[in-house]
């Protein structure tokens, strides 16, 4: 067996296998009330079948209003991608057309947050079929005059995601013991390297790449027990969800099953 400890862990060295690529949308934030146009949000209408955060989501009869899994009442739609909207290289992550979130604001902030099976959230993945008018199953709408508020997800572009550099990130990621004085000396001379070469963890919205962490690193374990891997960020910096901080869809590489989980 190779001497784990005369592996390189020089950034030169180690970067093909540190470098993740991931991919970044642009963000249109858009209303259709003329006083809320500003720098940042251009007046428009919704898109039922667009990714997006906010706005109206696709339903069909097939992918009702869904209802909390807790407490029963509405879900609030967070967010969908539509799978074809996507680069190439990132559409094998979505088994069905339309990958959506919803989110019981009552149950995940008493806790459901902390849980990536919560019945508070709902992932679902559905088909493009004939929609459900919005409104017919709507039961607010009457009462509903808020003015519209959806940021659209377009124009994904590839870019290069690094992980966090802490020790023990770097560690995990390069599959090595960060438990010798050593190793852990040549990690961080490797972190010091990284900071210097700019190569960051992004945040805000992206499709794959790393976790950038809030908290301390987590990893959420799949009902089958393999290590789940990022399919989409929600940074903080760009959508709030819930209570807010960072959420992330994640998916399992051998089962397929997604969950989520969030950082404050
Ligand atoms: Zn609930
Ligand atoms: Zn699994």
């Known amino acids: 067996m190779a001497k784990k400890q005369t592996e390189s862990l020089t950034l030169e060295d180690v970067r093909p296998r ?21 720098d940042e949000t251009v007046l428009g209408a919704d898109d039922v079948t667009a990714s997006k955060v906010g706005g109206a989501p696709f339903l069909s009869k097939e992918a009702p209003a869904p ?19 996507l680069p190439q290289a ?9 990958l959506q979130l919803f989110w019981c604001d009552d149950c995940q902030s008493s806790g459901g947050a902390e849980n990536p099976w919560s019945k508070g959230a709902l992932i679902r993945e559905v088909a493009l079929g004939e929609p459900i008018e919005p409104g017919e199953e709507d039961e607010d709408d009457e009462d509903d ?47 010091e390297a990284m900071d210097e070469a700019e190569l960051e963890t992004l945040d805000g919205v992206k499709l794959a790449g790393w976790p ?53």
């Open 18 to 38: 540190l470098v993740r690529t991931a991919f970044v949308p642009a963000l249109v934030a858009v209303t259709d009330e003329p006083d809320y146009v500003d």
């Open 67 to 85: 209802r909390c899994g807790e407490c029963k009442q509405p879900l609030r739609f967070v967010l969908q991608l539509r799978r074809s909207d």
């Open 90 to 98: 990132a559409q094998a992550s979505l088994s069905g057309e339309l």
């Open 145 to 191: 005059e808020d003015a519209l508020s959806v940021t659209f997800l377009r124009d994904w572009r590839e870019v290069e995601d690094y992980p966090s550099t802490l020790v023990e990130s770097l560690a995990a990621a390069l599959a090595v013991s960060p438990k010798s004085e050593a190793t852990r000396e040549r990690l961080e001379a490797l972190a």
């Open 212 to 264: 950038r962490w809030v908290a301390e690193p987590e990893t959420v374990k799949c009902k089958c027990k393999t290590p789940m891997q990022p399919v989409l960020q929600l940074g903080e910096s760009a959508v709030v969800v819930g209570d807010g901080g960072t959420t992330w869809i994640v998916a399992c590489p051998a089962c397929g099953k997604k969950a989520y989980f969030c950082q404050q």
